[in-house]
């Protein structure tokens, strides 16, 4: 009975047919009153494991939030379907607070968006107390955690409101989170007993592609003139200079660009971001203050001119293309530079000393996969502990294979010097044990008489952490010791020091781009190019007469299902795919009528 209640609010309301992932898993777990933890890639649907569970209970939902800008988001997508829901944060003045608690007290929202810091006020926690909350979901969770990517200080207090709410359960939501992140997540929001769902990392859709820095801003132009002429995109950078820098740049060679930045007045950042969510052909230039929790489900590409601080900040912003399933690009740029500014950034903040060092680690292996010859697809999902078991011909290692050489002999190297100095030191000394180091610490430890030592003194210091880095990540070598780092050898060390297998690096020279075939046509599913356009028109003239972005009446996924399925009623036009009761009581009539008038010119 529950199961067959859900897929009617499925339908019904969101407009979708069957649940994806472990949606439906998810949903049962809290509305059994457990606790949960889902783990599911970016337009994986991460919202209706909370949305669908408040509309089937009684009471209201209360959903954390960590941006103003989201919370709006969220509650004008829900609005559109027919959902009641709000927001109370610091952009309501008390007037407005004052209305939206009188709806809440009614009953009449099921929905409530907040911000950690406001919930956790004494104010709104005492607000809550007595009424029925049945469920609290903490979106981008991972910023609970110090082994996360965007830790926030106010998120490690959401544990407390188990005390004020000691019978509703807690479902933590993210994309981004490994095994060690996910457990203390679920220990800072004090859990009890938590079910982890986590689904596949893998966006097949996306096209991954990491090149050395040349000339960037060419290297960027001739990628989106080769690949994306007239897409949306957002290209990231790490500084609010270079922000402006390149947005002037690509606005001078012909392009749609607007800067997004912290240093920017709020009336500019609001403006580009309502050309973002608004216009059809628009690049946004920004730091990572743009981002998170972006809905628009059309962006053609993320394109990176920086190395982001670890692979999980990767995964996520390049998550932010393709979230409608259709052909998109990743794609990147970067320079050992990179690693120097990332790390003086780091060092120069008051973050603590445990946070920096995993923050370190995280580095380490962002560059590793930039370096590596082996599918990247292959790197993103083994770093995130799922195996992949083939190759995945969609990125650039697996359909431009870079030259690569035979580094066995000084993979070889590495692990003697490991082995022969006890397993106990860092990379670091490991480099100044094969470069021949006077290193006092090495003179007093007698290390400068091993065999070992001065082997490698011919390569860099760079030559070295190189091999390191692939040996740490290829699993050649572990962390023996977090706080301090040090090394040991692995099962699998023994296969390179017998020579069982070639150790290869790839040759870090960028090739020249080569002109393809354009990856990001949309798979539409019709031959119907002249109906989406006119579809498109339509959908911008109610987006803008309700003020909403396009993709808020519908995705682009919805006018190409339109013009497959050519409705000619409303329970035709029901089984579009994102059209919903409330959805089709606002649409189908404008819409049938020009799927009507293009019929009839056939």
Known sequence: MREKKLHEILKQTFGHSEFRFDQLAIINTVLDGYDALAIMPTGGGKSLCYQIPALYSEGITLVISPLISLMHDQVVNLRESGVEACFLNSSQDANERREVESKIVAGEVKLVYVSPEGLLSGYLAEFFRPLKVSLIAIDEAHCVSQWGHEFRKDYTRLGELKDIFPATPFLG???????????????????????KFVSSFDRPNIRYTIREREAEVKQLDDFIQTNHVGDTGIVYCLSRRKVDKITGELNNLGHNAVAYHAGLSSEIRQKAQEAFNCEDSII????????????RPDVRFVAHLDLPKSIESYYQETGRAGRDGNPSNAWMVYGLQDVIKLSQMLE??????????????????????????????????????????????????????????????DAQKVLSVIYKTGQMFGAGYIVDILRESKNAKVIERGHESLSVYGIGKDQTKNHWSVIIRQLLNQKYIAVKNWEYRTFCLTSKSREILKGEIVFT???????????????????TGHQQPELFEELRILRKIIADENKVPPYVVFGDKSLHDMCQLMPRDRSEFLMVNGVGESKCDKYSELFLGKIGEYLVQL
């Open 173 to 195: 939501l993210t994309a981004t989170a490994d095994a060690k992140t996910r457990d203390d997540i679920t220990k800072q929001l004090r859990m009890s007993n938590p079910q």
């Open 284 to 295: 946004v230039v920004a730091t990572i203050a743009f981002g998170m929790g972006i809905d």
């Open 348 to 409: 120069t903040t008051d973050a603590g000393e445990i946070y920096k060092k995993s923050a370190r680690v995280k580095l380490d292996a962002m560059l590793s996969l930039c370096e590596t010859p082996k599918c990247r697809r292959q790197f993103l999902l083994g770093y995130f502990e799922q195996d992949y078991p083939s190759i995945c011909g969609n990125c650039d290692s697996c359909l431009e294979p870079g030259e690569t050489w035979d580094a066995t002999v």
């Open 505 to 523: 690096l790839r040759k870090l020279k960028d090739k020249a781009l080569k002109k393809k075939k354009r990856v990001s046509a949309a798979v």
